[in-house]
Structure formats: C-alpha cells, structure tokens
C-alpha cells in the first residue's frame, strides 16, 4: 500500500471514530463518558492515547500502581494498544467513571494536583540546601544512617500521591510511633481511662525527661514517658509476639497498600542496650503508680521499643498521616482503621505536643497537627486534606528534623494551612490548593447512586465507609439497590445486599428492586435479592 493511501486510511478510521465521538448523546451518564474521552482526545480524531491517560492521572496524583486506579491501569495495559476509541474507553472505565469524572472535572480535593506538587517540589530543593543538624546518636545504630537521605512524601484524603526523594526508602520510625500506640490505646480503653494514667499539656522538657505531671503521670502520650504508658494499654493481655503483630497490623492498614511496614532487629537491640533512661523513667512512673493495675513493666518496656523499631518508608508514612487526616478511613483502600473520635484526640495531642520542647512555637508559627522521631521523620496532617512526611535526620538541638521544620515553615508561609488562616482571608497572600468542598450528605447520597449504577465498588466501599447510609434513596426514591438493579450490576448488588439493603423498598412509582429485576430479566439478581433483607426485618 503506497504512503499515501495509509495515510487515507488512516484519516477515514479517524472520521469515522470521530463522528462515533462527537455524536452526543441524550444520555447523561453517555454524555459524562464523552465529557471526560474528549478532554483526552487532544487531536480531536476520536482516539485517544494510551500515554495521555496516564499522564492524565499521573498529573493528579494517579500513578498506575495507586490503589485507587491500578484495577483501570491494568485494564488499559491489558488492551495493548497505543490508542483507544470511545467504545473502548467506555468499557474499561465503566466500574472507575466517578474517580475519573472527578479528576478530571476538578473534582478532588487538590484539583490542581500538579501545581501543588511543583511547589513542594521548590521547597524540597531549597531545604536541600540546609545542612544544619545532627543525626542522633544516642541510639548507635541510628548515627549509621547516611545524613543526606531526604524524602518528601504527600497523600491527600481522595488518595492522590506524590514523592520525591528517597521516598522509598524505609526509615525507623522511632517517636512517629507514638500517636498511633495513642489512638489504639483510646480505641481499646476510651479517653478517660487512658487519661487516667497520662496528662494532655506539653511538659515543655526534653523528650526523655525524667519528670511527671503533679497527678504523678507523664505529661502528655507524644513524649517517651507518656507513650511508655500508653504502650502498656494496647493489648496487654495478649502474648509479646501477638501483641506486636497487632500493632504492626493496624500500621499495616494506616499506610493501605503503599508497602510494608517491616521490624528492624538491630535497631532494637541497640535501642535496648542503650535504653537507661526510658527504664529509669519506667521505674520512676511505677513508684508513681502511673501504670495501670497488673502492668508488666520489662514487657511494656520490649513492647514500646519494639514500635520504636518498625521501620516505614516516607510514601507509607505520608498515606499513614492521611488517615489521620481523613478522620481514621486509609484513603487508598476506603478501610476505617481508627475512630474519628480517637483521631480527634489524637490530632489535638499532636497540635500541642507533637514536636517536643517546640511545640509552643511549632503550634504558633505553623499551627498543623504533627510529629517527629529521632529517626528524622516529621509528619504533618491537614484535616480533611492531607498528610505528609519528611524524612531527613539531622536533628535540631529539640530532636526534630531540621529539614522537616523547615519544610513544615514553608508550608504554610505559602498555603493557608495554619488553623487560623481562615481568619485572615483576605490581607493573606497564601494561597488554598483545595476544592471548595460543598460535601454534604445530600450530594454524597447523590454519588453513592450513581456509584451504584456504574457497579463502581471502590467508591462504594468508600462511601459506606464516610457513613452514607445505602438504604437512604434520592427525590424519587430510588435508593442505591434500585439503580444496581436498573443498570445490571450484579457484583454491586451482592454487595448491597450483604450489607443488608431493604430489597423491599418502594421508589415514587412503587417499584421495588426485585420487580426492577423481574422486569429485566436478570435470574442472577432475582435470585441474590430473594435472599436478602425487608425493610421491616
Ligand atoms: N526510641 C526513642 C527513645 O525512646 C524514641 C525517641 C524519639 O523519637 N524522640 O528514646
């Protein structure tokens, strides 16, 4: 076939996937899938490239291997084409359209993903400049860690991820452990009792000073007295091997799928050989009778040190922060991990004693939520927004990273993220990377409807898990079970109904599900609604 002729060829495939495109369809859902294929298909011809979703994505926080996207990535990978066409597009992303509508239509929480990433980008840079700072050596094994190491890491409450620098890296966690023994102490034990045996004011001390509040308590759980006792509150009853694996496992779920957290044996051993002062402060708490009744103290202490060790890489950590950001539900995998009330607690402790003898004017000058370990990580939480690490070691003469103090400044030199920012609209020339968010319940019960008509089971999953309730229905009526049925989504149906949806409920025209379902002819979804619940029952 001569050139030109190919070219012929091509450009007639081309019209034709065209005109296939640009028919607009009545349809409304039809017409998101056209809304969102168009804003790919640069040349106008119809197809779009492979290349330009990704890049798409990734622009919004979306690399093929996030949580969020992967199941739709490997479909795409799975077609082997450079380009695809409406029908095909339709087809792939026909269980993912809400994830992508919304990035696309700058629905996320950061619309413009991208530019938030090439400021970090900036201040990342110049804090690479800084060489203030020592690595802690307190701890022998933690003075061997390459003081050039540095990573930033960002999670945002829809999931969206960014990194740079040695953001793969794993890290020892060290003091970072702290407010998550806190939250799990509070799940198992609630406020007051753990209060019973640990203050909530900054002690205004060193992190590891032998002093005590005038109750005999430690002052606060984010400093090595108060975690020790909060240490002896989660799972004592358990034996030392399955009371670790416990805690490695709720680590395991704060960071989703973004890797493993993983025990490091050496920095234990050093940690032990070199741990009079948190013994001599163990002992001066149970003179105190700080602890509660029955505490074993060598154990509690094995057990504290041992969450000390776990090691995390800076990506884990910024998605572990953004659970706490996201009221306790991991973004990436929708699972609830903590309650939000714990995370309440939590986030205040953080606010007023996150950052040692800082603390004071770490809350005055930067007013987020965060913690630091000796080990150099800094995280950070943006309630409703985000969370993010730092990981750089050299410390200041507090213990907290240089880096990360720095970057943490930054921040909110050029966003408004102080908590009281949004006194000061107007003369400030920070700027707000978030969409107005205008969440409310009426608009989440809207899309977990659509969810459900698109079979689209992550945001479902996600949904349930902000609380939707799935029996509640839209102006008709017609609840998320109804437009399951009326679009033929049979996993999303089973799903339904295995959390107990009313498979009896009447819409404006009085139609329930399963006349829904008997009127398609869907045997299958006949059969899972049979069995499943009446709104009386
Ligand atoms: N494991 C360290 C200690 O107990 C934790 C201290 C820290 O990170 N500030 O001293």
Redesign the pocket.
């Known amino acids: 076939m001569s050139a030109k002729k190919t070219t012929e060829k091509k450009s007639a495939e081309a019209s034709s996937a065209k005109s296939a495109a640009s028919a607009k369809s009545k349809d409304p859902q039809e017409q998101i899938y056209q809304r969102i294929f168009s804003y790919m298909d640069l040349d106008m011809n119809g197809l779009v490239s492979v290349e330009e979703i990704h890049n798409t994505l990734a622009a919004r926080g979306y690399t093929p291997d996030n949580q969020r996207v992967r199941e739709f990535c490997e479909k795409l990978k799975g077609l082997k084409k450079d380009k695809i066409d409406l029908p095909t597009f339709k087809e792939i992303a026909r269980n993912h359209i809400i994830l992508l509508e919304k990035a696309l239509s700058g629905g996320l929480v950061i619309p413009d993903f991208q530019k938030f990433t090439e400021q970090l980008e900036t201040m990342f840079a110049e804090a690479a400049k800084n060489d203030g700072g020592q690595v802690?050596d307190?701890?022998p094994q933690l003075a061997k860690v390459p003081p050039e190491s540095f990573a930033l890491s960002v999670c945002t409450v829809d999931g969206q991820r960014w990194s740079i620098g040695e953001s793969g890296e794993f890290f020892s966690i060290?003091?970072?452990s702290?407010p998550f023994s806190y939250c799990i102490a509070l799940e198992a034990h609630g406020r007051d009792k753990v209060h019973k045996h640990v203050g909530r004011e900054p002690s205004g001390q060193r992190?590891?000073e032998i002093v005590l509040n005038r109750n005999g308590n430690p002052h606060n759980p984010m400093?090595?007295a108060g975690?020790i006792v909060t240490s002896s509150l989660v799972r004592p009853e358990l034996p030392p091997a399955e009371r670790f694996d416990f805690f490695i496992g709720v680590i395991q779920k704060l960071c989703g799928e973004t890797g493993e957290p993983v025990f490091n044996n050496a920095v234990y051993l050093s940690?032990k050989e070199t741990?009079d002062?948190?013994y001599a402060l163990a002992y001066f708490m149970r003179e105190n009778k700080s602890f509660p009744k029955n505490f074993e103290l060598q154990e509690t202490m094995d057990f504290?040190?041992q969450c000390?060790?776990v090691e995390m890489s800076s990506e884990m950590m910024a998605t572990a922060a953004a659970t706490l950001a996201f009221a306790g539900i991991c973004p990436t995998t929708g699972e609830r991990v903590f309650s939000s009330g714990a995370v309440k607690d939590c986030l205040s402790m953080m606010s007023s004693c996150g950052m040692?003898d800082y603390s004071g004017e770490f809350a005055f000058r930067v007013g987020m939520p965060a913690k630091?370990?000796?080990?150099g990580c800094v995280i950070i939480v943006v309630p409703n927004l985000l969370g993010m690490c730092i990981w750089s070691p050299p410390l200041d003469e507090y213990?907290n990273s240089v880096r990360g103090v720095q970057i943490c400044q930054e921040l909110v030199n050029t966003y408004n993220f102080h908590t009281y920012d949004s006194l000061i609209k107007t003369s400030s020339k920070k700027t707000d990377p978030r969409m107005r968010q205008t969440s409310s319940q009426a608009q989440n019960i809207w899309t977990m409807i659509w969810a459900a008509s698109q079979g689209d089971l992550d945001e479902i999953r996600r949904l349930e898990a902000l609380g939707v309730d799935i029996n509640e229905g839209d102006y008709d009526g017609r609840t998320p079970l109804h437009l399951a049925v009326a679009e033929g989504q049979a996993a999303a149906v089973q799903h339904f109904v295995s959390r107990g949806a009313h498979v009896d409920v009447k819409d404006r025209w009085g139609e329930t599900p399963m006349q829904e379902a008997k009127r398609q002819k869907r045997d299958d979804i006949i059969k899972t609604l049979s069995g499943g619940k009446k709104s009386g029952g």
């Open positions: 802690a307190y701890i060290q003091s970072t702290k992190f590891n400093i090595n975690a940690e741990a002062r948190n504290y040190m000390c060790s040692y630091s370990g000796v080990g213990g």
